[in-house]
């Protein structure tokens, strides 16, 4: 018997489809119900490649028991929390403000009105670890809400006042500077984890925001420690097992300082963010190891999570079979089966031993540097490599016989928009044509399929496009149209850009607060507008958006745009400076707005070679916060950089400015190379 989410598209409500539990989508007449029959609603919140969402389903609401304690007790709501990150952002703040920490599955109770009382994340089938069986809160709550509904509502109430800062009024609270800058990189050196690289302890993500705040202020600054720290957490996580050394792709985080055992589920959005910071990573150092990590990056994602019509999957699930990591690990025997006389070097260079390092299998990580391992294997260096680019396609084609992860086929906008700009960048700077047709696909998927008048729909699948776009799918989506500009020069996608932008101003901005609202106005009303600055696995709404007018405030010379983001950043600036990992994103549009952008402008004819020759030279070049405008001035252009600034001696020019100073026009891509090495340079801090 199937129940109700078998109506639905999000593969994660599907894969409920079959329990015994009468669960509800998140809908009216859920919600109807509760307040008709007087009952308190159950919460459950999760998402498709979650290992332990897997776990609690398998153990409690596949069990009969279980699901008829929740049936008479409960009205049962469902909610993937990537189709809704407004629920799940409004229902997480309680859950960490009940039990001091979060994640993935959460459990909430909530009256008929939607207040929460009481929740939690994983709860066990029976008592163990210090956890209640999930059978013994069900009870309990229900006896509460019947019996003690008073002190149920008091904790609502209670409750319900963290919600009190989402609708107080923006103001400044700081000014933004070079000393903030340096204040919030003096704070993140101290969490900096000197050994494995990243921060903090496990278990240990990506950062890929910080990073990137990190690479921009080594530019700014020359500060050699800053790109160090950049540079050795980036490779020390591509050697390591978070990283897929046989298919390309970063996993979620790692449960390790080392980076060695990844939690398994492959994440679109990851890898967009890294794809984009390996490339800038690459801009600055030309390291041949952060260029085919991170080209293997996209060629994963074009491989394994690029629909037929262009648009982008969300996720590669951490289990097959039942069990987390087995798509991904070896035995000795099966790599010394499949390589035969290459199996040696194969496994000295990939860490693999007789018992393994992962239940007895081995997950592949780099144990040395190529030059040490090809020493310590006793072969040349170009030896090495070839033993290894035919180990590595062997394994792969191995793997693909295997039974696969579950993939998660749903769309989402500003998952999409994050991978468009990742792939456009790549393709930009790396010249690769297969890129750029990827990169072109996507843009036009989104435009066709998600964005209707300046609105972005969250979620396509099997050509169903639903639910209204939040926020960050309106600035993420139009940074990527940015980004397609970029590579093509096609002023199409900054007009789309510019459309997407006016409605994200119209529909997500409130005079009143002096906000960015990660709800439109017209949304659906929940207990509280939902609105978060700060960064979480992505870069938050606000960040994104305050990026993108910046953006294009200097590409259309719009003073009004530029308001409006330099008034979000100094009612940010405060926090900013005292919790700078959770402001990564924010930080780099505080660069942009403190240190200026660098407006890079190539005027002539795109399709020249010597414009080609312009175009390489910023390729080449990690320039923080540029504005790339390239082609001619035409009548009706947005484009404002090309205006009263002609062809040098009838050939392709390049202008380079900031802060409202220019360099002199140059037709040489040397003497423009030079110039972008140093247009970002503010002084070296001490």
């Not at 700081?174 to 000393?179: D, M, N």
């Not at 925001?209 to 957490?233: A, I, N, Q």
């Not at 041949?288 to 074009?302: F, H, N, Y």
Request: aromatic share 10%; with cysteine.
């Amino acid at each position: 018997m199937l129940n109700r989410l078998a109506n639905e598209t999000s593969p994660y409500l599907l894969q409920h489809a079959e329990n015994p539990v009468d669960w509800y989508a998140w809908e009216p007449e859920a919600l109807e119900k509760a307040k008709r029959e007087d009952k308190p609603i159950l919460l459950s919140i999760g998402y498709a490649a979650c290992h332990w969402c897997h776990v609690m389903a398998h153990e409690s609401f596949e069990d009969e028991d279980t699901a008829r304690l929740m049936n008479e007790n409960f009205v049962n709501i469902k909610v993937d929390r990537e189709e809704r990150p407004d629920l799940d952002g409004i229902y997480m703040q309680a859950v960490q403000a009940m039990t001091g920490h979060g994640g993935w599955p959460m459990t909430m109770f909530l009256l008929p009105d939607g207040s929460p009382f009481y929740g939690g994340t994983y709860f066990p089938p029976d008592d163990k670890h210090g956890l209640p069986s999930f059978r013994r809160v069900l009870q309990s709550v229900a006896d509460a809400y019947a019996k003690r509904r008073e002190g149920v509502a008091q904790s609502a109430g209670q409750l319900k006042q963290i919600y009190e800062s989402n609708l107080a009024g923006a103001r400044s609270t700081g000014s933004l500077s070079p000393q903030m800058l340096e204040m919030t990189y003096r704070s993140l050196t101290q969490g900096y984890d000197a050994q494995n690289g990243g921060f903090g302890a496990a278990p240990k993500f990506p950062a890929t925001m910080v990073l990137d705040f990190l690479l921009r202020y080594w530019k700014r600054t020359g500060t050699p420690h800053s790109l160090e720290m950049v540079e050795r957490s980036f490779r020390k996580m591509a050697r390591g097992g978070i990283y897929d050394q046989i298919g390309g792709g970063f996993a979620r985080y790692a449960v390790d300082t080392d980076w060695l055992v990844p939690h398994f589920e492959k994440m679109l959005y990851d890898n967009a963010l890294l794809a984009r910071l390996g490339t800038h990573l690459w801009q600055a150092t030309k390291n041949d190891e952060v260029m085919r990590v991170t080209t293997e990056i996209v060629e994963w994602v074009a491989r394994e999570l690029t629909s037929p019509e262009g648009g982008f999957y969300s996720s590669l699930d951490a289990d097959s079979e039942g069990h987390e990591g087995k798509f991904y690990v070896w035995s000795e025997d099966e790599i010394n089966s499949l390589l035969g006389a290459d199996a040696r070097v194969f496994k000295s260079y990939y860490g693999v031993t007789p018992g393994g390092n992962f239940e007895g299998k081995n997950i592949l990580f780099v144990a040395a540097d190529r030059a040490a391992s090809a020493a310590r294997s006793k072969v040349d260096p170009g030896v090495l490599d070839a033993i290894l680019a035919r180990g590595k396609k062997i394994l792969y084609e191995s793997r693909a016989k295997r039974v696969w992860p579950g993939r998660d086929e749903k769309i989402l906008a500003s998952w999409n928009g994050l991978m468009l700009r990742g792939v456009a960048t790549a393709a930009r700077v790396f010249a690769r044509a297969d890129f750029r047709d990827l990169a072109i696909r996507s843009a036009e998927f989104l435009s066709r399929e998600m964005v209707t008048r300046g609105r972005v729909m969250r979620t396509h699948k099997e050509g169903v496009t639903r639910i209204s776009g939040f926020l960050e799918d309106h600035a993420a989506v139009a940074l990527g149209f940015i980004a397609v500009y970029e590579l093509t020069f096609d002023e199409r996608w900054v007009d789309q850009a510019r459309e997407i932008a006016d409605a994200m101003v119209e529909w997500f901005w409130d005079d009143q607060t002096g906000a960015f609202f990660d709800t439109a106005k017209d949304a659906e009303h929940l207990i509280t507008r939902p609105r978060d600055a700060t960064d979480n696995a992505t870069p938050s709404g606000t960040s994104l958006a305050v990026e993108l007018l910046l953006h294009l405030s200097e590409l259309q010379q719009d003073a009004e745009y530029q308001r409006r983001a330099v008034f979000t950043l100094e009612a940010l600036a405060e926090p900013m400076t005292r919790f700078p990992t959770a402001f990564g994103h924010l930080l780099g549009c505080a660069d942009m707005e403190i240190n200026g952008a660098i407006e890079v402008a190539l005027v002539g004819d795109v399709k020249s070679a010597a414009f080609k020759a312009l175009e390489q030279a910023v390729a080449g070049r990690y320039v923080p916060s540029l504005v790339l405008a390239g082609g001619a001035a035409k009548k009706g252009s947005r484009v404002k950089l090309f205006e009263d600034r002609p062809l040098v001696d009838g050939k392709p020019t390049a202008y380079v400015c900031r802060s409202y100073t220019c360099d002199r026009p140059v037709t040489d891509p040397d003497a423009l190379s030079d110039q972008l090495e140093n247009a970002a340079k503010v002084g070296v801090t001490v």
